[in-house]
C-alpha cells in the first residue's frame, strides 16, 4: 500500500485545498443536526422499536454521503496519475539542420505539385521517424535565415516547415548562406559529437556573401556533415520566369540547372554525400537512406509513463449519491420520526 501511493502523482495538486473546506461542512452538518434534533414521543411500541433500529441509523448518516461524496469528487479534479514505471532507454539522437531552398524555381511544377511543397512533405516524414533528435530548420534564397532553431519537438518543427514559403526573401540561391547560418547555430546549441546539414536545392548559387566553399569550411572545422539533395528533373520544367506587379509568379518552360559538381564536392569534403532526386520517390529514398546511415546511441533522459487514476473517484462519488437518494427513498416513511 505504502508502494503504491509512493507512486502516486497529482497533475492539479493545487485542487487538493479544496479538501479543506470539508471539516467545516462536516462541523456545521453536527451543528445543524444538534440544533434541529426534535422527537415526537407517541405512546405506541413501533416508535420505540423505530429509534433503535438501524433505518434510523442510516437516516442519520445520510447527509454525510454528499460529503463523502464531493471528496471523492475533488479527488478526481486533482487528476491523479500512477507512474506505471520509469526508465533510462537508448536511443538513436544526433543534431540535424534542414537547410531548405526558398529561390523561386522551388515552384517549378516537375514535382506535384511542385518541388517546394513535396520536398517538405517528404522532410516530414524523415522528421517524424527521428523521434530522438533535435532538428532544427533554415531557409535561404538571396539570404540564409533560421527558421526553427534546435529542438525536439517536432510539432512545432512540422509546423514551421509547413509555413515556408517562396517570395518573402530576395530571389536568388544563396547556397553558402544557408549553410553557414546552420553550422553557425549547430555550433553554438549543438551538444552532441554527430552534427549533420542536410542541404535542398535546385539550383546554383548566384548570391550571398558567403561562399559554398567557405561554408564547407566552417562545417568541416565543426565536425559537421553535409549531405546534399539536387531536386528537379532533367531537361526543363515548368517553372517562374518572372513576377507580375501584384507579386505573382509568371510560369514557362524553363533549363533544369543543379550544380551537381559544387553540390558534391561541400558533401564530400565534409563527409557526407551528394543525392539527385528526380522525382519524388528518389526524393523519399534518398532521405530513408540518409536516416539510415545517420545514428547514434545515446542514453535518453528518464521517461515516466502514468496511467489516469480519477475514474474510480468520480465512480466512488457518483455511487454515493445514488446510494444517498435509494436509501432516502426507501426510508422515507421514518423521515417524521427523525429529522434529517
Not at 405506541?44 to 448518516?61: C, D, E, G, P, Q
Not at 527521428?130 to 512540422?158: A, K, M, W
Not at 535542398?200 to 565543426?222: C, F, H, M, Q, R
Not at 554525400?273 to 542514453?299: C, H, S, V
Request: proline share 4%; charged share 20%.
Amino acid at each position: 500500500m505504502i508502494n503504491w501511493f509512493s507512486q502516486l502523482e497529482w497533475q492539479n495538486p493545487w485542487m487538493l485545498l479544496l479538501l479543506g473546506i470539508l471539516p467545516f461542512l462536516w462541523l456545521r452538518r453536527i451543528r445543524n443536526q444538534q440544533s434541529q434534533d426534535v422527537e415526537l414521543i407517541f405512546p405506541t411500541l413501533m416508535h420505540f422499536s423505530a429509534r433503535k433500529s438501524w433505518k434510523v441509523f442510516l437516516l442519520n448518516i445520510l447527509p454525510y454521503f454528499k460529503i463523502a461524496a464531493l471528496a471523492f469528487f475533488i479527488l478526481a479534479m486533482a487528476r491523479p496519475q500512477w507512474v506505471l514505471r520509469e526508465e533510462k532507454i537508448e536511443a538513436d539522437g544526433i543534431d540535424i539542420f534542414l537547410v531548405m531552398d526558398l529561390s523561386s524555381s522551388m515552384l517549378s511544377q516537375d514535382f506535384n505539385p511542385n518541388r517546394l511543397e513535396v520536398s517538405k512533405l517528404v522532410a516530414k516524414d524523415f522528421i517524424d521517424k527521428r523521434s530522438y533528435d533535435r532538428i532544427g530548420l533554415v531557409g535561404f534564397s538571396g539570404e540564409g535565415f533560421t527558421q526553427c532553431p534546435l529542438t525536439v519537438d517536432h510539432n512545432v518543427l512540422n509546423h514551421l516547415l509547413g509555413q515556408l514559403e517562396c517570395g518573402y526573401l530576395e530571389d536568388g540561391t544563396a547556397i553558402g548562406m544557408g549553410l553557414s547560418t546552420a553550422v553557425n547555430r549547430l555550433k553554438e546549441d549543438s551538444l552532441t559529437s554527430s552534427k549533420v546539414i542536410i542541404l535542398i536545392t535546385d539550383g546554383v548559387n548566384n548570391a550571398g556573401e558567403i561562399s559554398p566553399d567557405l561554408a564547407a569550411e566552417l562545417a568541416k572545422v565543426y565536425k559537421i556533415k553535409i549531405y546534399s539533395i539536387g531536386v528537379g528533373s532533367t531537361g526543363e520544367a515548368y517553372s517562374p520566369i518572372g513576377r507580375q506587379a501584384n507579386g505573382e509568379f509568371v510560369f514557362g518552360m524553363a533549363p533544369v540547372n543543379i550544380d551537381e559538381g559544387l553540390l558534391s564536392k561541400i558533401s564530400t569534403y565534409t563527409g557526407g554525400k551528394y543525392y539527385r532526386a528526380t522525382n519524388t520517390e528518389q526524393l523519399k529514398e534518398i532521405y530513408g537512406e540518409i536516416d539510415a546511415l545517420e545514428k547514434t546511441k545515446i542514453e535518453v533522459k528518464t521517461f515516466r509513463r502514468y496511467s489516469d487514476e480519477f475514474r474510480p473517484f468520480v465512480i466512488l462519488g457518483i455511487a454515493l449519491l445514488l446510494l444517498q437518494w435509494i436509501l432516502g427513498n426507501l426510508l422515507n416513511p421514518l423521515m417524521p420520526l427523525k429529522n434529517v
